[in-house]
């Protein structure tokens, strides 16, 4: 078996892992069920689908989204912009005017 050095059997792990995350994606099954039904370690396998998760997120890029202003004449605008909540706490805003 190839050693982690390698790179070999990590691998081979996260190749086998992707293709099982899928399989039990596409499958209507939870994890519980998917992972009894093929024998797998439930506890390995959420592992590896945070650690996916995680990568994608990583390599995830922005792509520009065109927007169009929308304004009714005569009426102010409801809003003052763009405002992202990040969590109760932290919060972001664009006003109208920026």
Do not use: N
């Not at 992972?35 to 995680?54: D, N, V």
Request: net charge positive; glycine share 6%.
């Amino acid at each position: 078996m190839a050693d982690y050095k390698d790179g070999g059997k990590r691998s081979r792990s996260r190749h086998h892992w992707q293709a099982h995350i899928r399989a039990q994606q596409k499958s209507g099954l939870s994890r519980a069920e998917y992972c009894r039904l093929h024998g797998l370690s439930y506890h390995a396998m959420t592992y590896w689908q945070r650690k996916m998760s995680e990568f994608s997120r990583k390599t995830s890029q922005l792509a520009p989204v065109p927007m169009e202003k929308i304004r009714r004449s005569g009426q102010p605008a409801a809003t003052s912009g763009v405002k992202i909540l990040l969590s109760d706490l932290i919060a972001r805003e664009v006003s109208e005017q920026f």
